[in-house]
Structures are given as structure tokens and as C-alpha cells.
T-cell receptor, first 111, second 120 residues
Framework: GQNIDQPTEMTATEGAIVQINCTYQ??????LFWYQQHAGEAPTFLSY????GLEEKGRFSSFLSRSKGYSYLLLKELQMKDSASYLC????????????FGTGTLLAVQP | GAVVSQHPSWVICKSGTSVKIECRSL??????MFWYRQFPKQSLMLMAT?????????EQGVEKDKFLINHASLTLSTLTVTSAHPEDSSFYIC????????????????FGPGTRLTVL
């Protein structure tokens, strides 16, 4: 079956660095996405990994290890506005473009 | 660019009535759109894949006769929740993938702002 796990909640301090992990076991794999979602709003795209390694984009970086079924999202220089849910999503193989979302991690940034 | 709208943003209805939710891609065409449901403090659950000009593909456990999907044009997909019941109360989100290349090789899905459905 499809299984994508993330920690349910995390707390971090403003200005610090936080790493949100995602492990997945899916029948197919054609890329992994990270989205940010504020309460009651639509998810917004943060990053995409399809090959192993680190993708850096400003304060956000995402890492992928396909052999380990593992990814993480790294947020640097945390700001209060980064308080949100962070969703890991795996795209299945083939031409479907379907995304299977993880459980989501609710990040609380404290002063 | 790549804006997706949903209408209405929220709706309250009585049990047994039907509710239609629209998903529009405002500045691009989308052959494929997706419908998700999100319960409080949970992640997005894919309900169905909406394909322009053909029948939608439903995920396992989603009743196609209860959640009617119509993708009548390249910019509009509608989800109708028929005979809604309180357990259908949820946050419904659609997403769309632009047809053709928009400079991204990974077929990013663009999400609508969601529709909050409350069934009394």
C-alpha cells in the first residue's frame, strides 16, 4: 500500500533551523513535493525532488534519498510566518500525475 | 500566473441537499484537474482525477454516484456533492496541471483556495 509518514507536530524558535522528515513507501515514485499550507488555505508549492540530493531555494532546502525512501525539508532563519503545516507528497509513477500526501507536520514557530 | 479559483469559498447546506463546487483555472488550460478532501488537522486525501472530455477516475472508497465530477472545458471542473450529509462536511480543494509546458518539467499542480462545506 501507500504510506507516507511525517511527524505530526514540531516546535521551533524564531531564527533557528528546523528539519521536517518524511519517509515513504509507495508502489511507484516519480518525484516528491513539499507544500506549505496555512490553516484554511490552499497548499503552496515549496520544492520538488526527483533525483537524490539536496535542492536549495532561499531559506528552504529539500533532500531526497530514493534508496531509503526518505526526504527532509530544511527551513533556515525561521520566521513567525513560517508557522504552518508542511505537507510531503509523492507523485506516483506513470502518467497519472497523482499526488499521495503525507500526514502533514504542523510547525509552530515561537518567539 | 497559474491561478486556480474555487467557488464558493464556503457553503452551508441542509442534510439531503446537493451542493456544486466549481474549480476554474484562470490563466491557463488544464486537461487534468484533481479533487481533494481535507478533514480538520488531517492531510489532503485525493478523491478523484478529473479529465476534460472524459469520465473522472475515482479513488478507492470514493462513491462516484455521490461525488459527481464534470470537466466540461479546459478551464472548469465541477464537483457536486449529492444528498449531502453531516459526515460530508469538509474542506474540498481542487488542483490543476497546466496543459503543455510552462517551463516546468515536473508538472506542478496548482491548488485552488478551497471550499469549506458544512452540512447541517
Amino acid at each position: 500500500g501507500q504510506n507516507i509518514d511525517q511527524p505530526t507536530e514540531m516546535t521551533a524558535t524564531e531564527g533557528a533551523i528546523v528539519q521536517i522528515n518524511c519517509t515513504y513507501q509507495t508502489s511507484g515514485f516519480n518525484g516528491l513535493f513539499w507544500y506549505q499550507q496555512h490553516a484554511g488555505e490552499a497548499p503552496t508549492f515549496l520544492s520538488y525532488n526527483v533525483l537524490d540530493g539536496l535542492e536549495e531555494k532561499g531559506r528552504f532546502s529539500s533532500f531526497l534519498s530514493r534508496s531509503k525512501g526518505y526526504s527532509y525539508l530544511l527551513l533556515k532563519e525561521l520566521q513567525m510566518k513560517d508557522s504552518a503545516s508542511y505537507l510531503c507528497a509523492v507523485r506516483e509513477g506513470g502518467a497519472t500525475n497523482k499526488l499521495i500526501f503525507g500526514t502533514g507536520t504542523l510547525l509552530a514557530v515561537q518567539p | 500566473g497559474a491561478v486556480v479559483s474555487q467557488h464558493p469559498s464556503w457553503v452551508i447546506c441542509k442534510s439531503g441537499t446537493s451542493v456544486k463546487i466549481e474549480c476554474r483555472s484562470l490563466d491557463f488550460q488544464a486537461t487534468t484537474m484533481f479533487w481533494y478532501r481535507q478533514f480538520p488537522k488531517q492531510s489532503l486525501m485525493l478523491m478523484a482525477t478529473s479529465n476534460e472530455g472524459s469520465k473522472a477516475t475515482y479513488e478507492q472508497g470514493v462513491e462516484k454516484d455521490k461525488f459527481l465530477i464534470n470537466h466540461a472545458s479546459l478551464t472548469l471542473s465541477t464537483l457536486t456533492v449529492t444528498s449531502a450529509h453531516p459526515e460530508d462536511s469538509s474542506f474540498y480543494i481542487c488542483s490543476a496541471i497546466p496543459t503543455g509546458s510552462r517551463g516546468k518539467s515536473y508538472n506542478e499542480q496548482f491548488f485552488g483556495p478551497g471550499t469549506r462545506l458544512t452540512v447541517l
